[in-house]
Antibody, heavy 120, light 108 residues
């Protein structure tokens, strides 16, 4: 059973950079793609991107220009950076794990989520 | 970009069967995954690879996928099934995950 825990500031100013970290326990870092997914208030889920333990990444085309996901395997953590945030980036941010190998990725384990509010 | 369409809401009486659809172009050729999300909680994986249930998910939850529609079926609905349900596929063309907008299931 993989356990994921998000951490980071709950309030970010408009035009600045949102930074979150996800700590992983209970699973092999090499067995999954490590993902960030967000959910704006009252809206559906939006995939942001994921990273493999090798450092290979894939991002949602709609966010690609502003997103960086990185991984620190020694700490069993991966991180999200989202630049130039606006009010539209206010959301609950989840980290999640997608089993690697099939090519039809699904999200097996999820963190509890953390609310990030962008203020003007 | 691939689009998944779900009805915003579905209502069902306790003990009845609920069907939640997820529409997409030729979705039958893709692998569909389903999630349940209760208020204030993180999503939980319900179904993966069209029809497979993770351990701990009751057999009351089942799904199918054909043509342009995937369907999640909840048999013998209970009050505790009241939640948002979202479908998801992997778009192998653009290489990213796509979620449906979610369906709120109300148990009458």
């Amino acid at each position: 059973q993989v356990h994921l825990q998000e951490s980071g500031p709950g309030l970010v100013k408009s035009s600045e950079t949102l930074s979150l970290t996800c700590s992983v326990s209970g699973g092999s870092i090499s067995s999954y793609y490590w993902s960030w997914i967000r959910q704006s208030p009252g809206k559906g889920l939006e995939w942001i991107g994921f990273i493999h333990y090798t450092g290979s990444t894939n991002y949602n085309p709609s966010l690609k220009s502003r997103v960086t996901i990185s991984i620190d395997t020694s700490k069993s953590q991966f991180s999200l950076r989202l630049t130039s945030v606006t009010a539209a980036d206010t959301a609950v941010y989840y980290c999640a794990s997608a089993p690697s190998g099939s090519g039809y990725y699904y999200f097996e384990y999820w963190g509890l989520g953390t609310l990030v509010t962008v203020s003007s | 970009s691939y689009v998944l369409t779900q009805p915003p809401s579905v209502s069902v009486a306790p003990g009845e069967t609920a069907s939640i659809t997820c529409g997409g172009e030729n979705i039958g050729t893709k692998s569909v995954h389903w999630y349940q999300q209760k208020p204030g909680q993180a999503p939980v994986l319900l179904i993966y690879y069209d029809t497979d249930r993770p351990s701990g998910i009751p057999e009351r939850f089942s799904a199918s996928n054909s043509g342009n529609t995937a369907t999640l079926t909840i048999s013998r609905v209970e009050a505790g099934d009241e939640a948002d349900y979202s479908c998801q596929v992997w778009d192998s063309n653009d290489y990213h995950a796509v979620f449906g907008g979610g369906t709120k299931l109300t148990v009458l």
